[in-house]
Protein backbone atom coordinates (compact mmCIF):
# COMPACT_ATOMS: atom_id res chain seq x y z
CA UNK A 1 0.00 0.00 0.00
CA UNK A 2 1.37 3.43 -1.31
CA UNK A 3 -0.71 5.55 0.79
CA UNK A 4 -1.83 6.11 4.49
CA UNK A 5 -5.16 4.41 5.20
CA UNK A 6 -7.64 5.11 7.47
CA UNK A 7 -11.42 3.65 8.63
CA UNK A 8 -13.03 5.18 5.72
CA UNK A 9 -10.66 4.17 3.03
CA UNK A 10 -10.48 0.79 4.30
CA UNK A 11 -13.83 0.26 2.91
CA UNK A 12 -12.25 0.89 -0.59
CA UNK A 13 -12.78 -1.98 -3.04
CA UNK A 14 -9.25 -3.39 -4.31
CA UNK A 15 -10.18 -2.02 -8.24
CA UNK A 16 -10.31 1.95 -6.65
CA UNK A 17 -7.28 1.56 -4.65
CA UNK A 18 -5.23 1.09 -7.99
CA UNK A 19 -5.64 4.67 -9.19
CA UNK A 20 -3.97 6.16 -5.24
CA UNK A 21 -0.74 7.26 -5.58
CA UNK A 22 1.05 8.61 -3.02
CA UNK A 23 1.01 12.26 -2.34
CA UNK A 24 4.74 12.62 -2.04
CA UNK A 25 4.61 16.11 -0.15
CA UNK A 26 8.42 16.84 0.12
CA UNK A 27 7.36 17.18 -3.79
CA UNK A 28 5.59 20.27 -3.29
CA UNK A 29 9.04 23.37 -4.07
CA UNK A 30 8.96 26.73 -2.55
CA UNK A 31 7.65 28.14 -5.86
CA UNK A 32 4.61 24.94 -5.47
CA UNK A 33 3.50 26.85 -2.08
CA UNK A 34 4.00 30.04 -3.28
CA UNK A 35 1.85 29.31 -6.12
CA UNK A 36 -0.43 27.57 -3.79
CA UNK A 37 -0.46 30.48 -1.08
CA UNK A 38 -0.95 33.42 -4.12
CA UNK A 39 -4.43 31.69 -5.60
CA UNK A 40 -5.83 30.81 -2.10
CA UNK A 41 -5.40 34.28 -0.41
CA UNK A 42 -6.86 35.86 -3.95
CA UNK A 43 -9.63 33.71 -4.02
CA UNK A 44 -10.62 33.84 -0.42
CA UNK A 45 -10.11 37.63 -0.16
CA UNK A 46 -12.65 37.30 -2.86
CA UNK A 47 -14.74 34.18 -2.53
CA UNK A 48 -15.84 35.31 0.78
CA UNK A 49 -18.25 38.12 -0.74
CA UNK A 50 -19.56 35.51 -3.58
CA UNK A 51 -19.23 32.08 -2.47
CA UNK A 52 -21.79 30.21 -0.56
CA UNK A 53 -21.13 30.54 2.96
CA UNK A 54 -20.39 26.55 3.50
CA UNK A 55 -16.96 27.46 1.70
CA UNK A 56 -15.19 29.35 4.06
CA UNK A 57 -16.57 27.12 6.84
CA UNK A 58 -15.79 24.47 5.07
CA UNK A 59 -11.85 25.59 4.58
CA UNK A 60 -11.70 25.26 8.44
CA UNK A 61 -13.83 22.25 8.87
CA UNK A 62 -11.62 20.28 6.35
CA UNK A 63 -8.24 21.40 7.45
CA UNK A 64 -7.32 23.47 4.54
CA UNK A 65 -4.53 26.14 5.12
CA UNK A 66 -4.48 29.17 3.19
CA UNK A 67 -0.47 29.26 3.77
CA UNK A 68 0.45 25.85 3.17
CA UNK A 69 -0.51 23.11 -0.09
CA UNK A 70 -2.77 20.40 1.88
CA UNK A 71 -1.45 17.33 3.35
CA UNK A 72 -3.98 14.62 2.30
CA UNK A 73 -3.14 12.57 5.51
CA UNK A 74 -3.34 15.52 7.72
CA UNK A 75 -6.73 16.28 5.18
CA UNK A 76 -7.71 13.09 5.81
CA UNK A 77 -7.74 13.03 10.06
CA UNK A 78 -10.19 15.61 9.83
CA UNK A 79 -12.41 14.91 7.34
CA UNK A 80 -13.08 11.45 8.71
CA UNK A 81 -15.33 13.52 11.52
CA UNK A 82 -17.72 14.36 7.94
CA UNK A 83 -17.45 11.08 7.22
CA UNK A 84 -15.26 11.58 4.31
CA UNK A 85 -11.40 10.53 3.36
CA UNK A 86 -9.37 11.91 0.26
CA UNK A 87 -6.83 10.35 -1.75
CA UNK A 88 -4.24 11.31 -4.38
CA UNK A 89 -4.53 10.78 -8.11
CA UNK A 90 -2.32 10.70 -11.14
CA UNK A 91 -4.34 13.89 -13.08
CA UNK A 92 -7.49 12.44 -15.25
CA UNK A 93 -9.09 8.84 -13.74
CA UNK A 94 -11.65 7.34 -16.12
CA UNK A 95 -15.46 9.39 -15.23
CA UNK A 96 -16.97 6.20 -14.19
CA UNK A 97 -14.36 5.57 -11.26
CA UNK A 98 -14.12 9.08 -10.37
CA UNK A 99 -17.54 8.83 -9.39
CA UNK A 100 -17.37 5.65 -7.79
CA UNK A 101 -14.99 7.20 -5.12
CA UNK A 102 -17.96 9.64 -4.33
CA UNK A 103 -19.83 7.13 -3.46
CA UNK A 104 -17.58 5.65 -0.98
CA UNK A 105 -17.50 9.09 0.63
CA UNK A 106 -13.52 9.75 -0.69
CA UNK A 107 -12.61 12.54 -2.42
CA UNK A 108 -10.42 11.89 -5.44
CA UNK A 109 -7.17 14.69 -5.53
CA UNK A 110 -4.77 14.92 -8.35
CA UNK A 111 -1.79 15.51 -6.30
CA UNK A 112 -0.07 18.01 -8.86
CA UNK A 113 -0.09 21.99 -8.49
CA UNK A 114 -0.02 23.53 -11.50
CA UNK A 115 2.97 25.38 -12.85
CA UNK A 116 3.73 29.09 -11.58
CA UNK A 117 3.18 29.75 -15.58
CA UNK A 118 -0.55 28.54 -15.46
CA UNK A 119 -1.15 30.15 -12.47
CA UNK A 120 -5.01 31.27 -13.26
CA UNK A 121 -5.82 27.97 -15.42
CA UNK A 122 -4.73 24.96 -15.54
CA UNK A 123 -6.22 22.27 -18.27
CA UNK A 124 -4.79 19.43 -16.10
CA UNK A 125 -6.78 18.42 -12.75
CA UNK A 126 -4.41 20.06 -9.97
CA UNK A 127 -4.90 20.15 -6.21
CA UNK A 128 -5.95 23.56 -6.50
CA UNK A 129 -8.62 22.92 -8.31
CA UNK A 130 -9.72 19.79 -6.04
CA UNK A 131 -8.57 20.77 -3.04
CA UNK A 132 -9.40 24.01 -2.32
CA UNK A 133 -12.66 23.71 -4.65
CA UNK A 134 -14.24 20.50 -3.88
CA UNK A 135 -13.44 19.70 -0.35
CA UNK A 136 -14.38 23.01 1.31
CA UNK A 137 -18.42 22.61 0.52
CA UNK A 138 -18.33 19.05 1.55
CA UNK A 139 -18.81 20.36 4.99
CA UNK A 140 -22.21 21.01 4.22
CA UNK A 141 -23.64 18.02 5.05
CA UNK A 142 -26.93 18.35 2.45
CA UNK A 143 -24.36 19.13 -0.20
CA UNK A 144 -22.25 16.60 1.15
CA UNK A 145 -24.92 13.83 0.62
CA UNK A 146 -25.67 14.53 -2.61
CA UNK A 147 -21.91 14.51 -4.08
CA UNK A 148 -21.99 10.51 -2.21
CA UNK A 149 -25.40 9.88 -4.17
CA UNK A 150 -24.14 11.57 -6.97
CA UNK A 151 -21.14 9.26 -7.60
CA UNK A 152 -23.31 6.28 -6.46
CA UNK A 153 -26.02 6.67 -9.53
CA UNK A 154 -23.24 8.27 -12.07
CA UNK A 155 -20.84 4.98 -11.08
CA UNK A 156 -23.74 2.85 -13.11
CA UNK A 157 -24.38 4.90 -15.58
CA UNK A 158 -23.84 3.23 -18.74
CA UNK A 159 -20.94 4.22 -21.11
CA UNK A 160 -20.54 3.68 -24.62
CA UNK A 161 -17.21 2.57 -26.88
CA UNK A 162 -16.40 6.11 -27.55
CA UNK A 163 -16.51 7.52 -24.40
CA UNK A 164 -13.53 6.10 -23.00
CA UNK A 165 -11.52 6.86 -26.17
CA UNK A 166 -12.89 10.76 -25.34
CA UNK A 167 -11.61 10.26 -21.69
CA UNK A 168 -8.29 8.98 -23.05
CA UNK A 169 -7.78 12.22 -25.56
CA UNK A 170 -8.87 14.52 -22.65
CA UNK A 171 -6.77 12.97 -20.47
CA UNK A 172 -3.76 13.32 -23.19
CA UNK A 173 -4.32 16.41 -23.76
CA UNK A 174 -4.16 17.84 -20.32
CA UNK A 175 -0.89 16.36 -19.76
CA UNK A 176 0.86 17.47 -22.69
CA UNK A 177 -0.52 21.07 -22.27
CA UNK A 178 0.69 21.66 -18.59
CA UNK A 179 4.17 20.05 -19.73
CA UNK A 180 6.50 23.03 -20.57
CA UNK A 181 8.09 22.63 -23.87
CA UNK A 182 5.13 21.06 -25.40
CA UNK A 183 5.41 21.91 -29.35
CA UNK A 184 2.34 23.58 -30.18
CA UNK A 185 1.39 21.38 -33.47
CA UNK A 186 1.55 18.19 -30.68
CA UNK A 187 -1.46 20.41 -28.68
CA UNK A 188 -2.88 21.41 -31.85
CA UNK A 189 -3.09 17.56 -33.12
CA UNK A 190 -4.82 17.05 -29.50
CA UNK A 191 -7.21 19.43 -29.77
CA UNK A 192 -7.92 18.17 -33.08
CA UNK A 193 -8.69 15.17 -32.08
CA UNK A 194 -11.08 15.52 -29.54
CA UNK A 195 -12.82 18.03 -31.83
CA UNK A 196 -13.58 14.99 -34.36
CA UNK A 197 -14.37 12.63 -31.21
CA UNK A 198 -16.86 14.83 -30.05
CA UNK A 199 -18.47 15.56 -33.13
CA UNK A 200 -18.85 12.06 -34.22
CA UNK A 201 -19.99 11.09 -30.39
CA UNK A 202 -23.41 9.84 -31.77
CA UNK A 203 -26.38 9.55 -29.32
CA UNK A 204 -24.90 10.74 -25.84
CA UNK A 205 -24.31 7.84 -23.83
CA UNK A 206 -25.91 7.98 -19.81
CA UNK A 207 -22.04 8.68 -18.56
CA UNK A 208 -22.06 11.66 -20.99
CA UNK A 209 -25.24 12.96 -19.85
CA UNK A 210 -24.66 12.60 -15.88
CA UNK A 211 -21.38 14.11 -17.17
CA UNK A 212 -22.89 17.34 -17.98
CA UNK A 213 -25.09 17.12 -14.77
CA UNK A 214 -21.71 16.91 -12.69
CA UNK A 215 -19.91 20.03 -15.02
CA UNK A 216 -23.27 22.12 -14.11
CA UNK A 217 -23.40 21.76 -10.57
CA UNK A 218 -20.52 20.22 -9.07
CA UNK A 219 -17.87 21.91 -11.26
CA UNK A 220 -19.60 25.41 -12.49
CA UNK A 221 -22.49 25.34 -10.24
CA UNK A 222 -24.31 28.17 -8.60
CA UNK A 223 -26.89 28.13 -6.05
CA UNK A 224 -29.35 30.74 -5.00
CA UNK A 225 -31.35 33.58 -6.84
CA UNK A 226 -30.77 34.17 -10.19
CA UNK A 227 -30.68 37.77 -9.33
CA UNK A 228 -27.65 37.51 -7.24
CA UNK A 229 -26.27 33.63 -6.95
CA UNK A 230 -23.46 32.44 -5.07
CA UNK A 231 -21.09 29.92 -6.24
CA UNK A 232 -20.36 26.55 -4.99
CA UNK A 233 -18.86 24.97 -8.14
CA UNK A 234 -15.33 23.80 -7.55
CA UNK A 235 -14.55 24.71 -10.82
CA UNK A 236 -14.93 28.41 -9.87
CA UNK A 237 -13.93 28.34 -6.73
CA UNK A 238 -10.62 27.70 -7.77
CA UNK A 239 -10.16 29.56 -10.78
CA UNK A 240 -8.85 33.48 -9.96
CA UNK A 241 -10.30 34.65 -13.23
CA UNK A 242 -13.68 32.82 -13.67
CA UNK A 243 -14.96 33.11 -10.30
CA UNK A 244 -14.98 36.72 -10.89
CA UNK A 245 -16.27 36.72 -14.68
CA UNK A 246 -19.23 34.13 -13.60
CA UNK A 247 -20.31 37.01 -11.51
CA UNK A 248 -20.83 39.67 -14.81
CA UNK A 249 -24.02 40.25 -16.98
CA UNK A 250 -22.20 38.84 -19.72
CA UNK A 251 -22.82 34.93 -18.47
CA UNK A 252 -26.53 34.46 -18.52
CA UNK A 253 -27.86 32.73 -15.38
CA UNK A 254 -30.57 29.97 -15.99
CA UNK A 255 -32.64 27.97 -13.42
CA UNK A 256 -30.96 24.87 -12.80
CA UNK A 257 -32.92 21.73 -14.16
CA UNK A 258 -32.98 18.38 -15.71
CA UNK A 259 -32.18 20.58 -19.21
CA UNK A 260 -28.62 20.71 -17.69
CA UNK A 261 -28.07 16.81 -18.64
CA UNK A 262 -28.39 18.15 -22.42
CA UNK A 263 -26.60 20.83 -22.24
CA UNK A 264 -23.16 20.47 -23.40
CA UNK A 265 -19.75 22.14 -22.54
CA UNK A 266 -16.27 23.25 -23.66
CA UNK A 267 -13.76 22.81 -20.83
CA UNK A 268 -11.25 25.22 -22.89
CA UNK A 269 -13.48 28.55 -22.81
CA UNK A 270 -15.01 30.00 -20.13
CA UNK A 271 -18.66 29.06 -19.94
CA UNK A 272 -21.25 31.40 -21.93
CA UNK A 273 -24.22 30.53 -19.38
CA UNK A 274 -24.71 28.84 -15.99
CA UNK A 275 -27.62 26.99 -14.10
CA UNK A 276 -28.89 28.43 -10.81
CA UNK A 277 -30.02 26.17 -7.60
CA UNK A 278 -32.20 27.50 -5.66
CA UNK A 279 -30.66 25.38 -2.39
CA UNK A 280 -28.89 22.03 -2.49
CA UNK A 281 -31.44 19.91 -2.06
CA UNK A 282 -32.79 20.93 -5.18
CA UNK A 283 -29.86 19.63 -7.00
CA UNK A 284 -31.15 16.21 -5.14
CA UNK A 285 -34.29 16.25 -6.70
CA UNK A 286 -33.06 16.55 -10.05
CA UNK A 287 -30.77 14.22 -10.00
CA UNK A 288 -33.59 11.49 -9.02
CA UNK A 289 -35.48 12.56 -12.07
CA UNK A 290 -32.63 12.16 -14.17
CA UNK A 291 -31.83 8.76 -12.42
CA UNK A 292 -35.74 7.96 -13.38
CA UNK A 293 -34.70 8.09 -17.23
CA UNK A 294 -31.61 5.69 -17.03
CA UNK A 295 -31.77 1.65 -17.47
CA UNK A 296 -30.75 1.30 -13.93
CA UNK A 297 -34.63 2.03 -13.27
CA UNK A 298 -35.89 1.37 -16.39
CA UNK A 299 -34.25 -1.29 -18.00
CA UNK A 300 -36.06 -3.29 -20.79
CA UNK A 301 -35.19 -3.76 -23.93
CA UNK A 302 -33.43 -0.33 -24.15
CA UNK A 303 -31.36 -1.46 -21.25
CA UNK A 304 -30.55 -4.40 -22.78
CA UNK A 305 -29.26 -2.68 -26.01
CA UNK A 306 -27.41 0.36 -24.11
CA UNK A 307 -25.37 -2.32 -22.39
CA UNK A 308 -24.58 -4.09 -25.37
CA UNK A 309 -23.33 -0.66 -26.98
CA UNK A 310 -21.17 -0.37 -24.17
CA UNK A 311 -19.09 -3.26 -24.86
CA UNK A 312 -18.01 -2.74 -21.20
CA UNK A 313 -19.06 -5.71 -17.92
CA UNK A 314 -22.57 -4.31 -17.29
CA UNK A 315 -25.09 -6.04 -15.30
CA UNK A 316 -28.68 -7.05 -16.03
CA UNK A 317 -31.27 -7.82 -13.06
CA UNK A 318 -34.40 -9.56 -13.64
CA UNK A 319 -37.76 -9.04 -12.01
CA UNK A 320 -37.02 -12.38 -9.94
CA UNK A 321 -33.94 -10.52 -8.57
CA UNK A 322 -31.41 -12.63 -10.44
CA UNK A 323 -28.34 -10.32 -11.66
CA UNK A 324 -26.40 -11.11 -14.59
CA UNK A 325 -22.98 -9.92 -14.88
CA UNK A 326 -20.77 -9.54 -18.00
CA UNK A 327 -19.90 -8.55 -21.84
CA UNK A 328 -23.47 -8.90 -23.40
CA UNK A 329 -23.80 -9.02 -27.15
CA UNK A 330 -26.82 -10.18 -27.86
CA UNK A 331 -30.65 -9.50 -27.87
CA UNK A 332 -33.22 -11.42 -29.51
CA UNK A 333 -36.38 -9.52 -29.06
CA UNK A 334 -39.89 -9.72 -29.95
CA UNK A 335 -42.98 -7.15 -30.04
CA UNK A 336 -40.74 -4.08 -28.44
CA UNK A 337 -39.79 -6.76 -25.81
CA UNK A 338 -36.67 -8.57 -25.05
CA UNK A 339 -37.05 -12.27 -24.73
CA UNK A 340 -33.52 -13.82 -25.19
CA UNK A 341 -30.38 -12.38 -23.78
CA UNK A 342 -26.90 -13.43 -23.73
CA UNK A 343 -23.32 -12.53 -22.88
CA UNK A 344 -20.12 -13.52 -24.10
CA UNK A 345 -17.02 -14.67 -22.04
CA UNK A 346 -16.55 -14.38 -18.63
CA UNK A 347 -20.49 -14.47 -16.29
CA UNK A 348 -21.15 -14.58 -12.66
CA UNK A 349 -24.42 -14.72 -11.60
CA UNK A 350 -25.70 -12.72 -8.33
CA UNK A 351 -29.09 -12.11 -6.31
CA UNK A 352 -28.93 -9.06 -4.27
CA UNK A 353 -24.97 -8.22 -5.28
CA UNK A 354 -23.86 -11.13 -3.83
CA UNK A 355 -22.28 -14.06 -6.38
CA UNK A 356 -24.49 -17.03 -6.17
CA UNK A 357 -22.56 -20.45 -5.01
CA UNK A 358 -21.88 -22.50 -8.26
CA UNK A 359 -22.55 -19.31 -10.66
CA UNK A 360 -18.74 -17.52 -10.57
CA UNK A 361 -17.21 -16.81 -14.05
CA UNK A 362 -15.42 -20.77 -13.83
CA UNK A 363 -18.76 -21.74 -14.27
CA UNK A 364 -19.57 -19.29 -16.78
CA UNK A 365 -16.25 -18.55 -18.31
CA UNK A 366 -17.83 -18.88 -22.05
CA UNK A 367 -20.86 -16.41 -21.25
CA UNK A 368 -24.31 -17.00 -20.54
CA UNK A 369 -27.98 -16.98 -22.34
CA UNK A 370 -31.28 -17.09 -21.35
CA UNK A 371 -35.32 -16.43 -22.65
CA UNK A 372 -36.86 -13.87 -20.64
CA UNK A 373 -40.34 -13.16 -20.01
CA UNK A 374 -43.56 -15.65 -20.07
CA UNK A 375 -44.54 -18.75 -21.25
CA UNK A 376 -46.80 -19.16 -24.61
CA UNK A 377 -49.91 -19.63 -23.68
CA UNK A 378 -49.90 -19.57 -19.77
CA UNK A 379 -50.61 -16.11 -18.55
CA UNK A 380 -48.52 -16.96 -15.16
CA UNK A 381 -45.11 -16.13 -15.06
CA UNK A 382 -42.97 -18.80 -13.73
CA UNK A 383 -41.49 -16.72 -10.86
CA UNK A 384 -44.98 -16.40 -9.39
CA UNK A 385 -45.99 -20.11 -9.39
CA UNK A 386 -46.55 -21.47 -6.21
CA UNK A 387 -45.26 -25.16 -5.57
CA UNK A 388 -48.38 -26.60 -6.79
CA UNK A 389 -48.72 -24.65 -10.16
CA UNK A 390 -44.80 -25.76 -10.72
CA UNK A 391 -45.79 -29.56 -10.41
CA UNK A 392 -48.82 -28.77 -12.55
CA UNK A 393 -46.78 -27.44 -15.35
CA UNK A 394 -44.38 -30.60 -15.19
CA UNK A 395 -41.82 -27.62 -13.71
CA UNK A 396 -39.92 -30.10 -11.24
CA UNK A 397 -37.17 -31.65 -10.52
CA UNK A 398 -36.39 -35.33 -12.40
CA UNK A 399 -39.09 -34.26 -15.23
CA UNK A 400 -38.00 -34.08 -18.95
CA UNK A 401 -39.84 -30.93 -20.32
CA UNK A 402 -40.35 -28.07 -23.19
CA UNK A 403 -40.65 -24.94 -22.20
CA UNK A 404 -42.21 -22.69 -25.18
CA UNK A 405 -41.42 -18.94 -24.31
CA UNK A 406 -43.43 -16.08 -26.26
CA UNK A 407 -41.06 -14.72 -29.03
CA UNK A 408 -40.11 -18.47 -30.39
CA UNK A 409 -37.87 -19.27 -27.34
CA UNK A 410 -37.96 -23.25 -27.02
CA UNK A 411 -36.24 -25.11 -23.75
CA UNK A 412 -35.97 -28.32 -23.60
CA UNK A 413 -34.22 -31.04 -21.48
CA UNK A 414 -34.15 -32.83 -18.10
CA UNK A 415 -35.07 -30.36 -15.16
CA UNK A 416 -32.59 -31.21 -12.41
CA UNK A 417 -33.01 -28.30 -9.72
CA UNK A 418 -34.09 -25.14 -9.00
CA UNK A 419 -32.56 -22.16 -7.10
CA UNK A 420 -34.82 -20.02 -5.15
CA UNK A 421 -34.25 -16.52 -3.55
CA UNK A 422 -35.00 -15.26 -0.52
CA UNK A 423 -38.93 -14.91 -1.41
CA UNK A 424 -38.96 -18.58 -2.02
CA UNK A 425 -39.29 -17.24 -6.00
CA UNK A 426 -37.50 -19.86 -8.50
CA UNK A 427 -34.94 -17.59 -9.84
CA UNK A 428 -32.84 -20.65 -12.26
CA UNK A 429 -33.95 -24.16 -13.61
CA UNK A 430 -31.17 -26.26 -13.91
CA UNK A 431 -31.50 -28.27 -16.86
CA UNK A 432 -29.32 -31.59 -18.37
CA UNK A 433 -29.62 -32.78 -21.98
CA UNK A 434 -30.98 -29.54 -22.92
CA UNK A 435 -31.31 -28.03 -26.36
CA UNK A 436 -32.71 -24.09 -26.42
CA UNK A 437 -33.54 -23.17 -29.90
CA UNK A 438 -34.67 -19.49 -31.66
CA UNK A 439 -37.00 -21.10 -34.46
CA UNK A 440 -34.64 -22.94 -36.65
CA UNK A 441 -31.50 -21.66 -35.14
CA UNK A 442 -29.90 -23.74 -32.01
CA UNK A 443 -28.56 -21.74 -29.31
CA UNK A 444 -27.54 -23.99 -26.86
CA UNK A 445 -26.96 -27.59 -27.15
CA UNK A 446 -26.86 -31.13 -24.96
CA UNK A 447 -23.02 -31.23 -25.41
CA UNK A 448 -21.93 -27.66 -24.11
CA UNK A 449 -22.98 -29.35 -21.19
CA UNK A 450 -25.60 -28.23 -18.26
CA UNK A 451 -28.00 -25.50 -18.95
CA UNK A 452 -28.92 -22.31 -16.21
CA UNK A 453 -31.93 -20.65 -17.42
CA UNK A 454 -32.58 -17.87 -15.72
CA UNK A 455 -36.45 -16.97 -14.45
CA UNK A 456 -37.28 -13.58 -14.78
CA UNK A 457 -40.55 -12.11 -16.60
CA UNK A 458 -39.04 -8.42 -17.36
CA UNK A 459 -35.53 -6.94 -16.92
CA UNK A 460 -35.95 -4.31 -14.17
CA UNK A 461 -32.61 -2.72 -14.10
CA UNK A 462 -29.54 -2.15 -16.39
CA UNK A 463 -26.56 -0.50 -15.30
CA UNK A 464 -22.99 -0.31 -15.84
CA UNK A 465 -20.26 -2.92 -13.68
CA UNK A 466 -20.68 -6.15 -12.03
CA UNK A 467 -23.19 -6.43 -9.33
CA UNK A 468 -20.42 -8.66 -7.21
CA UNK A 469 -17.57 -6.52 -6.87
CA UNK A 470 -15.84 -9.87 -6.10
CA UNK A 471 -16.82 -11.70 -8.88
CA UNK A 472 -14.32 -10.02 -11.55
CA UNK A 473 -10.89 -9.13 -11.69
CA UNK A 474 -10.78 -5.62 -11.86
CA UNK A 475 -7.72 -4.55 -11.22
CA UNK A 476 -7.09 -3.73 -14.62
CA UNK A 477 -6.17 -0.46 -15.50
CA UNK A 478 -3.46 0.39 -17.32
CA UNK A 479 -2.28 4.09 -17.49
CA UNK A 480 -1.99 4.91 -21.21
CA UNK A 481 0.47 8.11 -19.93
CA UNK A 482 1.34 9.35 -17.06
CA UNK A 483 1.84 13.25 -15.97
CA UNK A 484 5.16 14.46 -17.30
CA UNK A 485 7.37 16.27 -14.30
CA UNK A 486 9.68 19.50 -15.71
CA UNK A 487 13.02 19.09 -16.24
CA UNK A 488 14.67 21.06 -13.60
CA UNK A 489 17.11 23.52 -14.63
CA UNK A 490 20.43 24.62 -12.46
CA UNK A 491 18.84 28.52 -12.15
CA UNK A 492 15.32 26.65 -11.64
CA UNK A 493 16.69 25.42 -8.53
CA UNK A 494 18.33 28.37 -7.59
CA UNK A 495 14.87 30.21 -8.16
CA UNK A 496 13.71 27.69 -5.87
CA UNK A 497 16.05 28.28 -3.39
CA UNK A 498 15.81 31.72 -2.91
CA UNK A 499 11.90 31.25 -2.93
CA UNK A 500 12.97 28.36 -0.50
CA UNK A 501 15.02 31.05 1.61
CA UNK A 502 11.40 33.96 1.90
CA UNK A 503 9.34 31.39 2.88
CA UNK A 504 11.30 30.61 5.83
CA UNK A 505 11.88 34.47 6.78
CA UNK A 506 8.41 34.61 6.72
CA UNK A 507 7.72 31.86 8.78
CA UNK A 508 10.21 32.67 11.26
CA UNK A 509 12.40 29.85 11.01
CA UNK A 510 15.55 31.03 9.33
CA UNK A 511 15.25 35.03 9.65
CA UNK A 512 19.08 35.67 8.88
CA UNK A 513 18.37 35.93 5.31
CA UNK A 514 18.94 39.31 3.82
CA UNK A 515 15.86 40.09 1.44
CA UNK A 516 17.64 42.74 -0.39
CA UNK A 517 20.06 40.18 -1.90
CA UNK A 518 17.46 37.90 -2.58
CA UNK A 519 15.92 40.91 -3.98
CA UNK A 520 19.10 41.80 -5.90
CA UNK A 521 19.31 38.18 -7.44
CA UNK A 522 16.03 37.96 -8.58
CA UNK A 523 16.31 41.23 -10.52
CA UNK A 524 19.86 40.32 -11.76
CA UNK A 525 19.28 36.70 -12.59
CA UNK A 526 15.11 36.25 -12.70
CA UNK A 527 13.85 39.54 -14.23
CA UNK A 528 10.86 37.43 -15.51
CA UNK A 529 9.92 36.33 -12.35
CA UNK A 530 7.14 38.43 -10.42
CA UNK A 531 5.62 36.25 -7.61
CA UNK A 532 8.55 36.47 -5.57
CA UNK A 533 8.55 40.10 -5.62
CA UNK A 534 4.77 40.50 -4.62
CA UNK A 535 6.29 38.33 -1.71
CA UNK A 536 9.03 40.64 -0.61
CA UNK A 537 6.83 43.34 -1.23
CA UNK A 538 4.65 41.98 1.33
CA UNK A 539 7.79 41.40 3.97
CA UNK A 540 8.56 44.91 3.22
CA UNK A 541 5.19 46.23 3.94
CA UNK A 542 4.67 44.45 6.84
CA UNK A 543 8.22 45.43 8.25
CA UNK A 544 7.51 49.07 7.41
CA UNK A 545 10.25 49.40 5.26
CA UNK A 546 9.32 51.98 2.65
CA UNK A 547 11.73 52.51 0.68
CA UNK A 548 12.61 48.74 -0.01
CA UNK A 549 8.92 48.35 -0.52
CA UNK A 550 9.29 51.20 -3.47
CA UNK A 551 12.27 49.90 -4.72
CA UNK A 552 10.15 46.58 -5.52
CA UNK A 553 7.18 48.35 -6.85
CA UNK A 554 9.87 49.99 -8.93
CA UNK A 555 10.76 47.00 -10.48
CA UNK A 556 7.40 45.12 -10.71
CA UNK A 557 6.28 47.90 -12.71
CA UNK A 558 8.84 47.37 -15.40
CA UNK A 559 8.16 43.60 -15.31
CA UNK A 560 4.52 44.63 -15.92
CA UNK A 561 6.14 46.61 -19.06
CA UNK A 562 8.24 43.95 -20.13
CA UNK A 563 4.95 41.51 -20.18
CA UNK A 564 2.15 43.29 -19.99
CA UNK A 565 0.02 39.63 -19.90
CA UNK A 566 1.35 39.52 -15.85
CA UNK A 567 -0.08 42.99 -15.60
CA UNK A 568 -3.52 42.22 -13.83
CA UNK A 569 -1.62 39.45 -11.60
CA UNK A 570 1.13 41.93 -10.63
CA UNK A 571 -1.62 44.18 -9.63
CA UNK A 572 -3.78 41.65 -7.74
CA UNK A 573 -1.25 40.69 -5.81
CA UNK A 574 0.03 44.39 -4.39
CA UNK A 575 -3.43 44.86 -4.05
CA UNK A 576 -3.89 41.86 -1.75
CA UNK A 577 -0.58 42.99 0.31
CA UNK A 578 -2.17 46.76 0.88
CA UNK A 579 -5.46 45.48 1.48
CA UNK A 580 -3.99 43.48 4.32
CA UNK A 581 -1.94 46.36 5.38
CA UNK A 582 -5.24 49.08 5.57
CA UNK A 583 -6.71 46.82 7.77
CA UNK A 584 -3.96 45.78 10.13
Not at 120 to 132: F, K, L, S
Not at 448 to 461: D, Q
Not at 515 to 540: G, I
Amino acid sequence: MTFESNPILDKLPSHLKQYIKPQNYEDYTAIDQAVWRYVMRKNVDYLSRVAHNSYLDGLKKTGISIDHIPNMYGMNRILKEIGWAAVAVDGFIPPSAFMEFQAYNVLVIAGDIRQLEHIEYTPAPDIIHEGAGHAPIIANPEYAEYLRRFGEIGSKAISNAKDYELYEAVRHLSIIKEAPGTPQDTIDKAEAKIEALQENMGEPSEIALIRNLHWWTVEYGLIGSLEAPKIYGAGLLSSIGESAWCMTDKVQKVPYSIEAAHTSFDITKPQPQLFVTPDFAYLSEVLEEFANTMALRKGGLNGVKKVIASKDLCTVELSTGLQISGSFSEVIENQNLPVYISTKGLTALSYREKELVGHSTKHHADGFGSPIGKLKGINLAIEDMSPRDLKAYNIYEGETIVLEFEGDIKVSGDIITGTRNLRGEIILITFQNCTVTHGKRVLFEPSNGLYHMAVGEKIVAAYNGPADLCSFDLVTHKISSTTIKPTISPARKKLQQLYRQIREFREGTNTTISRNKVFQEVKEHYPEDWLLSVELYELAKNNNDVEFAEAILAHLQEVKQQQPSLGHLIDDGIDLVNAVGAVS
